[in-house]
């Protein structure tokens, strides 16, 4: 693993040194480390953004690559850090939910506390775990260190909400979890979710959203709909969206993220 992927992912920007702190302490614990940046502009303190920006982007990694996400505003707490193995990857982040969304889709393992002080750096600060704790811990791993040697296994990590929808009488309760650039609504609802009700391109679908009912068509891209109508499909990193071909989703549900959202199939 000497020369594994570590990604980084936080709310830090670009503009002061904090991820070329985090980068500068992996490469002196392993200099093989190859460092790929997934985002660093994610909304200060937005947890969810950073789990669903983190969820798109991990899957397309090499088997074995260590995630490192940093969107912590309970830094300092009793808030735990944590190492996730799935079968996939690896993820080092805080115990908030911002790495759930993303584990819960690959399947969870294990999960570890970090509390091995031989693997942080020697002087902890209170207000920069991404630099002192979760670095280091990526660095060691990449390395080879086994996940067990960083500390307890739990099971009672955070699940937050928006990490997992519920199935209720064939319908999907869910939330949403972003609002693009483009007024998309990305929802945490899969498509593998969509297909346990028989959801399929074509289908209509009875969308709740802000506690009001829509009757949407599934379909399979925004061009299946009129232009500035409603459609509902599968994007591309295989969330539920509700969209307006060439329109605003957002402003014409009044949607946000937060908000929650049903879905079933028109009886």
């Known amino acids: 693993m000497t020369a594994a992927i570590i990604t980084l992912l936080s709310d830090f920007g670009l503009k002061d040194p904090y991820v070329a702190e985090m980068k500068a302490v992996i490469l002196t614990i392993n200099p093989e480390a190859r460092i790929v940046d997934?985002?660093?502009?994610?909304?200060?303190?937005?947890?969810r953004m950073g789990a669903f920006v983190l969820a798109?982007?991990?899957?397309?990694?090499?088997?074995?690559?260590?995630?490192?996400?940093?969107?912590?505003?309970?830094?300092g707490t009793k808030?735990?850090?944590?190492l996730v193995e799935t079968e996939d990857a690896f993820y080092?982040?805080?115990?908030?939910?911002?790495?759930?969304?993303?584990?819960?889709?690959e399947g969870i393992r294990r999960a570890y506390m970090i509390t091995n002080t031989k693997l942080m750096l020697p002087q902890v600060s209170s207000t920069f775990?991404?630099?002192?704790?979760?670095?280091?811990?990526?660095a060691h791993l990449a390395k080879g260190t086994?996940?067990?040697?960083?500390?307890?296994?739990?099971?009672?990590?955070?699940?937050?909400?928006?990490?997992?929808?519920?199935?209720?009488?064939?319908?999907?309760?869910?939330?949403?979890?972003?609002?693009?650039?483009?007024?998309?609504?990305?929802?945490?609802?899969?498509?593998?979710d969509l297909q346990k009700i028989g959801a399929k391109p074509g289908s209509l679908l009875s969308i709740r959203l802000r506690n009001k009912p829509w009757d949407i068509r599934f379909c399979r891209t925004y061009g299946d709909a009129v232009a500035k109508n409603s459609v509902a499909l599968v994007g591309s990193h295989g969330?539920?969206?509700?969209?307006?071909?060439?329109?605003?989703?957002?402003?014409?549900?009044?949607?946000?993220?937060?908000?929650?959202v049903t879905v079933s199939l028109k009886s």
């Open 239 to 260: 969330f539920l969206e509700i969209a307006v071909n060439q329109g605003n989703a957002s402003e014409r549900f009044e949607a946000k993220a937060g908000d929650t």
């Open 146 to 192: 086994p996940p067990a040697k960083f500390g307890q296994e739990i099971g009672d990590y955070l699940t937050p909400a928006f990490s997992k929808p519920a199935l209720k009488n064939e319908t999907w309760q869910g939330e949403i979890v972003q609002v693009d650039d483009f007024g998309n609504i990305i929802t945490n609802i899969t498509s593998r």
């Open 38 to 47: 997934i985002s660093h502009s994610i909304e200060k303190f937005d947890i």
């Open 92 to 105: 080092i982040g805080p115990d908030n939910g911002l790495l759930m969304l993303a584990v819960k889709r």
């Open 79 to 82: 808030r735990r850090a944590l």
């Open 56 to 75: 798109s982007a991990a899957r397309y990694f090499p088997k074995g690559t260590v995630h490192v996400a940093v969107v912590d505003p309970g830094v």
């Open 129 to 138: 775990h991404g630099r002192d704790v979760f670095a280091p811990a990526a």
